[in-house]
């Protein structure tokens, strides 16, 4: 067994599907080697969910340990000028680590909201930055939540505004503004834009960054947690001339190439560093693949969500099972595949075990740990009862055992125009047996009403309880 503060790195992609990686999908029309690699090398998880088909929620739960819904944001994501989402007071995943002697970096897109200063006192999100200080320091966001160190973006890559962040402060001041690019794969939105701040270059330039933390923290004789979310392969699609071309599947496939060409990076650097024995690294993605990639069926026969219904922002599985991998040399079996299901919100109980800290009653309420999974060890007495998923506009469902049910008519999030992800609105709800339909194909809310009941029931208890996971006693 390794020592029980192992250095932990998390790198969560952004739309990445599960069926855009190769040892998730072997019809994958994209390479993935590096991910393929650390699946053969550690162990990859089959039924891996985000608590929200969008981003913003799903970033929320995994540092807080807590389902994002039972915040005042019930919908949608936030923008680049929004303020803080996560509670200045909570327990978050950084704050936990640093309690028992980690340091803790954040590098990439945050999108959890922060509060930057304005010459008039107007929020920053009345008038889209028209106002910030640009010179002045910025409160809350990843250094507000726990992070000793932060370099990235305030939101996706197709929000404004276009500058990096170091720390509490912007790096340069943005002195022009972009026009909105409405084209489907450069998709951004007009707003401020830092000089010489281009598209391509955040996911080398955050890439570039990781690797440098790794490198100085390694040799402190210290543990580290890096939580690196990168802003591929979402909007705008833009991959380096280095991986143009690399992949079967267009422009969205070599950004899925370039992704993981920055798993490879990380593994690259933890060994060369001599700490991959004492590292956790894990893999994974923020939500399904973005709708408009739907085409790619037809271009290239590629379909970024595999055997998997639905997209990013819907309650199908499409939308929030992801490709989950995770490798650590000695501990967790090489070759490994975990069928049970977790969710993000797992990870910060997960850590908790590692070092054998207790979570606070308030935190993590949602979270249940998974380190015998990583151990390859049997189901513990009393795990969780349930998986909560959320859609985009809100809705929600509940996953118990092998049966789902979706407390709406249709995805929860986009609508479809192709025969097959139609939903009539014959019942109102939705019932799957996910271990034989899997790809939801056969709407059973007729033919169970005592399953269907109870399953709603549990779900309208477990947003009573303000919590899932168990209080002890």
């Not at 002697?101 to 909201?113: A, E, P, S, V």
């Not at 100085?216 to 280095?242: I, K």
């Not at 490879?264 to 939500?287: H, P, Q, W, Y």
């Not at 947003?463 to 209080?471: F, I, L, N, Q």
Request: charged share 25%; glycine share 10%; with cysteine.
């Amino acid at each position: 067994m390794n020592t029980n503060r192992p250095n932990i790195v998390i790198m969560l992609a952004d739309d990445l599907g599960y069926g855009d990686v190769k040892c998730c999908n072997p019809d994958s029309k994209i390479d993935t080697p590096f991910m393929d690699q650390m699946a053969s090398e550690g162990m990859r998880f089959t039924d891996a969910h985000t608590s929200s088909a969008v981003c913003t929620p799903s970033r929320y739960a995994l540092l807080t340990g807590r389902y994002c819904w039972r915040t005042p944001m019930k919908a949608g994501v936030l923008f680049g000028y929004d303020s803080d989402l996560v509670e200045p007071e909570r327990t978050t995943l950084p704050k936990l680590l640093k309690q028992a002697g980690y340091y803790t970096g954040c590098i990439g897109k945050w999108h959890l909201g922060m509060t930057f200063k304005t010459t008039d006192g107007v929020p920053a999100n009345q008038n889209e930055g028209d106002t910030i200080d640009w010179e002045a320091e910025i409160e809350g966001g990843p250094i507000g939540a726990g992070f000793d160190y932060y370099f990235g973006i305030s939101a996706s890559l197709d929000m404004s505004p276009y500058v990096y962040i170091r720390n509490n402060r912007f790096t340069d001041v943005p002195l022009n503004k972009r026009e909105r690019d409405r084209r489907p794969y450069f998709r951004n939105r007009d707003g401020w834009i830092a000089p010489g701040f281009k598209d391509e270059n955040v996911l080398p330039d955050i890439t570039h960054e990781a690797v440098q933390f790794i490198e100085q923290r390694s040799g402190t004789g210290e543990p580290f947690f890096l939580y690196f979310p990168v802003n591929s392969p979402h909007t705008p699609v833009v991959p380096t001339d280095d991986f143009k071309g690399s992949s079967g599947a267009g422009s969205y496939g070599d950004f899925v190439r370039q992704t993981d060409g920055a798993v490879g990076r990380i593994m690259e650097t933890l060994e060369k560093c001599g700490i991959a024995n004492n590292t956790l690294f894990i893999v994974t993605s923020d939500n399904g693949a973005e709708s408009i990639t739907l085409h790619l069926r037809e271009d290239f026969g590629h379909y970024p969500s595999g055997h998997l219904k639905g997209m990013k922002r819907d309650l199908w599985d499409g939308g929030h099972r992801m490709p989950f991998i995770a490798k650590w040399e000695g501990t967790v079996p090489e070759g490994s595949v975990c069928d049970k299901p977790i969710c993000l919100t797992d990870v910060m109980a997960t850590c908790a075990e590692m070092i054998g800290a207790e979570l606070p009653h308030d935190a993590g309420e949602d979270s249940f740990g998974f380190l015998n999974y990583l151990h390859n060890e049997p189901d513990k007495v009393g795990e969780r009862a349930a998986i909560i998923h959320h859609s985009f506009d809100g809705s929600l469902a509940i996953r118990h055992g092998k049966w789902k049910y979706i407390d709406c008519t249709g995805s929860g999030g986009n609508t479809y125009d192709f025969p097959e992800w139609q939903q009539l609105d014959e019942y109102p709800g939705q019932l799957y047996n996910m271990e034989e339909d899997v790809s939801e194909k056969r709407n059973l809310f007729g033919q169970y009403p005592e399953i269907v009941h109870d399953l709603k029931q549990l779900l309208e208890q477990l947003k009573a309880d303000g919590r899932s996971r168990p209080v002890k006693v």
